[in-house]
T-cell receptor, first 113, second 114 residues
Framework: NAGVTQTPKFQVLKTGQSMTLQCAQDMNHNSMYWYRQDPGMGLRLIYYSASEGTTDKGEVPNGYNVSRLNKREFSLRLESAAPSQTSVYFC????????????FGSGTRLTVV | KQEVTQIPAALSVPEGENLVLNCSFTDSAIYNLQWFRQDPGKGLTSLLLIQSSQREQTSGRLNASLDKSSGRSTLYIAASQPGDSATYLCAVIAGGTSYGKLTFGQGTILTVHP
């Protein structure tokens, strides 16, 4: 099925460990985004890529890095995980022109202990 | 900075009621507005997208309106059902130099009981 695919769905990390969250979309969308969702804080933008080859910081970028590997894939890396990064992470994509709205992945539930 | 507020934060209604969820935003220079549904532990499902030039959109029992000048949108759900129980999120999509960034409200938790 067409859409946004995130892996893994669940992950437990120890403080200081690193990991990469993967996101891929097969809808030929230009823009891709990483959000985190926390209770009482809503969804907040971490990083985004308006088009292949570009990335920009969002509202809460500290502690994260991203790579727009190609038009389909946009990864989020935690270099040294901290308990404050325990959250649910969502990847989303947007067709340039914005007439179709956002499509979200099913999320990655990350716990840092 | 764009801020999005949703009222009420939670709503519990008996099955069959018509209901209205409210969303307000502080910066009227939006490109689009999108309503999502989120079930517990799940991702976001898009319900309706309203472009800034439109006044409303309809899909089945759902109707969303947009008044850009006053910074308001409403989601109307007709003849509510227990399966409508979920969190409903309103998000505005920025235009101009903010390039499509979404700003979300905190959501309305809806419970429809039989």
């Amino acid at each position: 099925n067409a859409g946004v695919t995130q892996t893994p769905k669940f992950q437990v990390l120890k403080t200081g460990q690193s990991m990469t969250l993967q996101c891929a979309q097969d809808m030929n969308h230009n823009s891709m985004y990483w959000y985190r969702q926390d209770p009482g804080m809503g969804l907040r933008l971490i990083y985004y890529s308006a088009s292949e080859g570009t990335t920009d910081k969002g509202e809460v970028p500290n502690g994260y890095n991203v790579s727009r590997l190609n038009k389909r894939e946009f990864s989020l890396r935690l270099e040294s995980a901290a308990p404050s990064q325990t959250s649910v992470y969502f990847c989303a994509s947007l067709l340039q022109g914005w007439n179709y709205g956002y499509t979200f992945g099913s999320g990655t539930r990350l716990t840092v202990v | 900075k764009q801020e999005v507020t949703q009222i009420p934060a939670a709503l519990s209604v008996p099955e069959g009621e018509n209901l209205v969820l409210n969303c307000s935003f502080t910066d009227s220079a939006i490109y689009n507005l999108q309503w999502f549904r989120q079930d517990p532990g799940k991702g976001l499902t898009s319900l309706l997208l309203i472009q800034s030039s439109q006044r409303e959109q309809t899909s089945g029992r759902l109707n969303a309106s947009l008044d850009k000048s006053s910074g308001r949108s409403t989601l109307y759900i007709a003849a509510s059902q227990p399966g409508d129980s979920a969190t409903y999120l309103c998000a505005v999509i920025a235009g101009g130099t903010s390039y499509g960034k979404l700003t979300f409200g905190q959501g309305t938790i809806l419970t429809v009981h039989p």
